[in-house]
C-alpha cells in the first residue's frame, strides 16, 4: 500500500508531490491525460500575481502572498524560467482613480507593497498606452512564470527523489477501505493510505466517488490571442485594467519566451472538456485590450486557446480535509491565483494536513535540483561549437522559430518523466511554440521520438494516446 496516492499531474499535484518527496514517503501520482501539466495548467496567463487584490481573509489572498517570495529558490532549483517584471492596474479615466485608492488599502490587509503611479508616471512605464489612461497601480513583486516547465519539472524532481508517476490512469472510482483507498482506473487498482485530490476542473467528482462534496465546481473558460516575438515589447509588465467581480479583466501580458499574451474572457460553461475558442470571445478581447493599448499588432496572432477555471461555488479555494471521509485530502477550486499560491499551497498540505495523518519523517538524501534543460539558444556560438565538436547532434537544428537542436530533444527523452508526444515536447522545449506553430518542426519530432524509442512513426502520439499524426496501421 502507497503512504499517498496523488489524483491530478497539475501544477498543483506537481507541487504537493514534489514537498511531499521530501519525506520518507511512498507516493503514487495518477494522471488521466498522456502527460503531466496538460490540464488548466497548460492553458492561464502564467502571472506570478503579487498578491493584492483576492479579498482579505481568504485562502487565495493567504497562499497568494505567501508563494510570491518563494518563486525565486523554486524556479532556481526546478530550472524554470521566472521574471519579476512587476503588475500595473491602470485608471481609464479620473472616474476610476478612487479605485486604485480601494486596492491600494487592500493590498496594505494583505501585506503587499504596491505604489500608486501618476498619468506621467505610467505611460513612461508602459509606452503604448492609449493617453485616456490617467493613473496606474504598480506592484513589483509581481512576475511571470513558465507554467509547463513548473509541473514538469518539480514531477520530474519528485520522481528523481522517489515518487511514482502513471500517465494514462483516470481515476474512475474510489473504495474507502478500514486502512485507506482503493484508487480504480481502467488499468488496475492502486491502494493508498492518504488520497491527495488535485483533480482541477474535476475535483468535485473525484470527492462524490468516494465522499459527498458540500461545493461544485462550475468552468469558466478563458480564451486568449497569442501574438509573435515582436522587436519591442508591447508591454514591459504585466498590464491590467481595474478588475471586475468575475476576474481580472482583459491583460496584457508577455510570456517568459517573449510572446504576449491578450486575454482571457470569462464564460462560465457546462462543459469540463470544452476549451475551443469562439469569433465572438476573441473580438470581446480584441476590443478592450484594443481600449488599454495603442495599435496592437493583432496581425501578429500565431495562436489562439482557452483553459477552464475550476471555480468552486464557495468562492475561495478549498483545502482542506474532506468533512467526511478521513484520509482523503481535497485541494479544489483552486481558479486564479492558485498558479501563484501553488508553492505555499503545496507546504500547507504536505507539513499541515498530511502530517495530520502520516508520520513525516525528512529524507536524508533529498535533492532539491533538477538536471538544468540543455538550453542551447542560451549559449555563445563559442560555446555551441564546443559542444558540436563532441555530438553532432548539438548541429541539427529541429525548430527554427524556437533554436532548439536535436541534442535539445534527446536530453528530454532521456529524462526520468515519459515524454509520450509531440504536445509534451512542445510544452517542455518549445518546438512548435513558434511563428510556424510546428508547420516545419513536426516531422522532425516525430522522426527523432520514433528513432530514440525504437518504433514505427506511426506509433507517435500528437497529444492523447491513441492522437497519432502519421496514418496508423
Ligand atoms: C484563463 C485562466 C487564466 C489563469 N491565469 C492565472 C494566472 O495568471 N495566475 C495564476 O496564479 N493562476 C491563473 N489561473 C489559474 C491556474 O491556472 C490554476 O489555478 C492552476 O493551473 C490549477 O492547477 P491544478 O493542478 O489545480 O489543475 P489542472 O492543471 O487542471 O490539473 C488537474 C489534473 O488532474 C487531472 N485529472 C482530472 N481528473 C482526473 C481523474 N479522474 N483521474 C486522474 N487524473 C485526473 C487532469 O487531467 C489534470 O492534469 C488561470 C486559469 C485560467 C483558466
Known sequence: MHDIIIIGAGVIGALIGREASKYELDILMLEKDN??????TAANSAIVHSG???KPGTLKAKFNVLAVPMFKDLCADLDVEFKRIGSLVVAQSEDELPRLDELKARAAINGVDVKILNKAEVHALEPNL?????????APTAG???PFELAAHAIENAVDNGMT?????RVTAIEKLNDGFKVITPNGAYYGKVVINAAGVFADNII???SKADFTITPRKGSYFVLDKLPIPLVNTVLFPLPNIHSKGILVVPTTAGNTLIGPTSEQIMSKVDVGTDYASLENIRQNANRLLKNIPFHKTIRTFSGLRATPSTGDFVIEHDKYVRGLINVAGIESPGLASAPAIAVHVVN??????????????????????????????????????????????VCNCEQITKADIIDLLSRSIPVNSVKAVKKRLRAGFGLCQGGFCTAKVIAIMAEYYGIP???IAYDDKESYVVKHG
Open 35 to 40: 502527460d503531466v501539466g496538460n490540464g488548466t
Open 457 to 459: 512513426v506511426d506509433e
Open 208 to 210: 462524490n466517488m468516494v
Open 52 to 54: 493584492y487584490d483576492p
Open 130 to 138: 492609449h493617453d485616456h489612461i490617467v493613473g496606474g497601480l504598480f
Open 144 to 146: 511571470i512564470v513558465n
Open 352 to 397: 499541515e494536513l498530511v502530517k495530520d495523518l502520516l508520520p513525516l519523517k525528512p529524507r536524508k538524501d533529498f535533492n532539491p535540483k533538477i538536471r538544468p534543460l540543455l538550453r542551447l539558444k542560451n549559449l555563445t556560438t563559442k560555446e555551441i561549437q564546443a559542444k558540436v565538436k563532441n555530438d553532432k547532434n548539438f548541429a541539427t537544428l
Open 165 to 169: 508517476l502513471k500517465l494514462n490512469e
